[in-house]
């Protein structure tokens, strides 16, 4: 908890500002942003190398059986985590940072002055997020009936997508996404955001390890919430489309292998 509370407390005195056009954060929310709109935020979001890295590394492991062997050598080696229990309990712990690192972003994002108006604008714009974790988690739970893919540790038959990936990765995104409306520092926004990122990572890689999911699983789950983040954000609270920051994670016989990409 103590990089939300960072960011809380960095970020604190921006939270009392407003946005360099005299507005609030959270003022153009909307339900009703047009078709138009939607479209382009589709659009945008789909572009995004958060979305398409990932289910372009989901494809390519459905060569041969490459995702079943990464699942059953993650599973029995647990290189990351130690054991499957660990792994089990480092992907619950990670899954519930993303959500306190979203609401740490929300706390901090320029909403003017602490009065109703503020309550209301940081209301209105948290509904924003509320619904696009909503329509992610109906999604994925609609995607593991449809699937019915049994786990690799076999306890279930809902692997497929990875539920706690997916809620990680539209955190995850949200979270970026206000950061580039507070008023820091180019160095210390990209350590949250990197830290994002490594969260949502990890959330999914303890899946695998934990025997939960394949990695396919994971990579359509983080590709799912990284859309769903970027969509809502940009078709229904009005921010800016793509953040400066992209990742992606494949993973590979030998661990995982993660990529940055920073644009100035």
């Avoid at 960072?6 to 003022?27: E, F, M, Y």
């Avoid at 940072?97 to 602490?114: E, K, Q």
């Avoid at 619904?131 to 739970?141: C, L």
């Avoid at 609270?237 to 992209?246: T, V």
Wanted: hydrophobic share 45%; net charge negative; charged share 15%.
């Amino acid at each position: 908890m103590r990089p939300h509370l960072l960011l809380v407390t960095c970020c604190l005195c921006s939270a009392c500002a407003s946005l360099p056009d005299g507005s609030r954060w959270g003022d153009s929310a909307t339900l009703t942003p047009g078709w138009q709109r939607l479209k382009v935020s589709a659009a945008d979001a789909a572009k995004s190398p958060w979305v398409w890295g990932p289910l372009a590394g989901a494809a390519v492991l459905q060569v041969d059986s490459w995702d079943e062997d990464l699942a059953d050598w993650a599973s029995d080696d647990t290189p990351l985590f130690g054991s499957a229990q660990n792994a089990e309990d480092w992907s619950d712990g990670l899954r519930d940072a993303s959500v306190l690192g979203y609401a740490a972003s929300v706390l901090a994002t320029p909403s003017g002055a602490f009065d109703g108006d503020w309550l209301t604008a940081k209301a209105r714009g948290a509904a924003v997020g509320v619904g696009a974790f909503a329509v992610t988690a109906g999604i994925t739970s609609g995607l593991k009936s449809l699937a019915s893919r049994e786990r690799p540790n076999g306890a279930d038959d809902e692997s497929f997508p990875s539920g706690h990936a997916s809620t990680a990765a539209v955190f995850g995104t949200m979270t970026v996404r206000n950061l580039q409306s507070i008023d820091t520092s180019p160095a210390l926004r990209t350590t949250f955001e990197l830290g994002a990122g490594a969260i949502t990572a990890g959330t999914a890689w303890a899946r695998v390890e934990a025997g939960a999911h394949y990695p396919s699983d994971v990579l359509v789950g983080v590709a799912l919430g990284n859309f769903m983040a970027a969509f809502f954000t940009e078709a229904f609270l009005g921010l800016e489309p793509g953040a400066k920051l992209a990742f992606s994670a494949e993973p590979t016989r030998g661990g995982a292998l993660v990529r940055w990409d920073v644009h100035f």
